[in-house]
């Protein structure tokens, strides 16, 4: 098998010598480049010019420099804009927000089970959650709560009894 191989490496080693010891003949002009080389020695383009304005419909932009009257039309003025203001109710709001869940009592003292925002805790007489909510009272059925300066009742989630 090794002498198979060394007769094959000679056989290749030979035609490739004898190929190189060939002279080639120059390529003719007529034959087509594989690689365009030849685009690289082109002189550079001396002047670009804009055909048409993309900024407007279409419209060529000699028409536009020697006819002003085919050039669209500036936009009217705009009226100013009215602003609505819509009041915010904080009741609505907070009972958006927060959820009375349970009630909890833990030596003499009523804790609220409340969810704010996705979040559950228990919270005290006192307490201000959400930088702006401060529990005012807690009992079994409701807590009241108080939110910029009102106060209003929320009644324990799934109670029905008082609506």
């Not at 003025?77 to 009630?103: A, D, K, M, Q, S």
């Amino acid at each position: 098998m090794p002498v198979m191989v060394m007769i094959f490496l000679l056989i290749i080693s030979w035609e490739y010598s004898f190929g190189a010891s060939v002279v080639q003949q120059p390529q003719k002009k007529e034959e087509k480049e594989i690689f365009r080389l030849s685009l690289l020695n082109k002189p550079p383009v001396e002047k670009v010019t804009m055909k048409r304005d993309i900024f407007t419909a279409d419209i060529l932009r000699s028409e536009i420099e020697l006819n002003p009257k085919t050039a669209p039309a500036p936009e009217p003025p705009r009226e100013p804009e009215t602003t609505v203001i819509i009041e915010r109710n904080p009741e609505e709001e907070v009972r958006r927000i927060l959820f009375y869940e349970g009630f909890v009592l833990r030596r003499d003292q009523g804790y609220a089970l409340i969810t704010i925002n996705g979040d559950s805790s228990m919270v005290t007489t006192g307490d201000t959650v959400n930088e702006n909510i401060k529990i005012i009272k807690i009992e079994k059925k409701s807590i009241t709560v108080e939110s910029e300066s009102k106060v209003f009742e929320i009644q324990l989630k799934g109670d029905t009894s008082n609506e």
